[in-house]
């Protein structure tokens, strides 16, 4: 990934999608997309309202550029926006700030948390007691910054927890279940483990508790990026480098192995695909990592194997 980034052109990290009040039915989506995107010369964040995301093309997107490049992005119960930035921080900035980027794009964040801890982070995310975790590629870890710490502000803190694993080879994302159990990808491991909410309680050296893994002919997990549930509790996973999105039906997730994927999907659209995320109707949003290319297929064309055509893909007009 970092010679990626030097070499100056723009790459798409992550995405998240930030929900709005809806004056339409509650069925809508009422929500802009945010990618975040690593560069040597003009990264940053940028977002998609619905209605850019509505029909394929080549909309212009508003731009966060306080910065040179993002990783990880996540938001909080208020909105607010967390980003993993250069340097090993992480930044937030408010809802009111988010509101007012097409007059002030260049906003100065009201939150920069450092640590001595952090060695190369990447990817972030919130459990369910608003605590932030952020994943440390060259740890092997994710560590925890208190909903406590978050709230303290700016400064040079300790991770609350740092849980390492040798189950986690080169992570890059983490997310969590609807029971609180954390799941995080392992780039270089071709795996995906999964920590219970009850292992997320207390920091040191811990053994997964369900380890997915690549049934080593890069047909499973290979390279895998920024997973996501959907509604039902199935999981599913960008493969950067098998150039494919899978599924695993929430059975399959009870217990270690290989299984192979209940869906396979391998668009020609997926170059690089390495982020994923759903919308509030159930459509997957998969971003490429090479191009930042945005295609979002709907809930029915998940329901089988195949390379079907995105119902809408976006390139942003700064990537």
Not at 144 to 149: D, G, I, M, P
Request: with cysteine; hydrophobic share 40%.
């Amino acid at each position: 990934m970092n010679n990626d980034i030097l070499r100056g052109r723009r790459w798409a990290a992550a995405i998240a999608i930030l929900m709005l009040t809806c004056a339409a039915p509650s069925h809508a989506w009422c929500a802009n997309l945010w990618v975040s995107v690593t560069s040597g010369s003009g990264g940053g964040i940028e977002s998609y309202t619905p209605g850019q995301l509505a029909k394929s093309g080549t909309p212009t997107p508003i731009h966060l550029s306080t910065f040179d490049s993002a990783t990880g992005i996540a938001f909080d119960e208020s909105h607010n926006l967390w980003a993993v930035i250069d340097g090993n921080k992480v930044v937030r900035f408010t809802t009111a700030q988010l509101k007012n980027l097409e007059r002030d794009p260049n906003p100065a964040p009201g939150v920069i948390i450092k640590s001595m801890a952090f060695k190369s982070l990447y990817g972030c995310g919130f459990d369910h007691e608003g605590n932030l975790w952020v994943v440390d590629v060259e740890k092997g870890s994710i560590d925890e910054l208190s909903e406590a710490q978050l709230d303290a502000g700016s400064g040079n803190v300790m991770p609350h927890i740092v849980i390492t694993s040798p189950d986690l080879v080169g992570p890059s994302f983490v997310t969590f279940d609807k029971l609180g159990n954390t799941w995080v990808d392992s780039k270089n491991g071709d795996q995906i483990a999964k920590f219970t909410a009850g292992e997320l309680t207390s920091g040191g050296s811990k053994s997964a508790d369900i380890l997915l893994s690549d049934d080593g002919g890069c047909t499973n997990l290979c390279s895998p990026g920024e997973i996501a549930f959907d509604q039902r509790g199935n999981l599913w996973v960008p493969n950067e480098d098998a150039k494919t999105v899978v599924e695993y039906a929430k059975d399959q997730l009870t217990s270690s192995g290989k299984p192979a994927p209940m869906v396979t999907l391998s668009s020609a659209i997926f170059d690089a695909p390495w982020g994923a995320v759903f919308d509030t109707s159930g459509n997957l949003v998969v971003m490429n990592y090479s191009d930042g290319t945005i295609a979002k297929f709907t809930s029915q064309q998940l329901k089988a194997s195949g390379a079907p055509i995105p119902e809408v893909s976006v390139t942003g007009s700064n990537i």
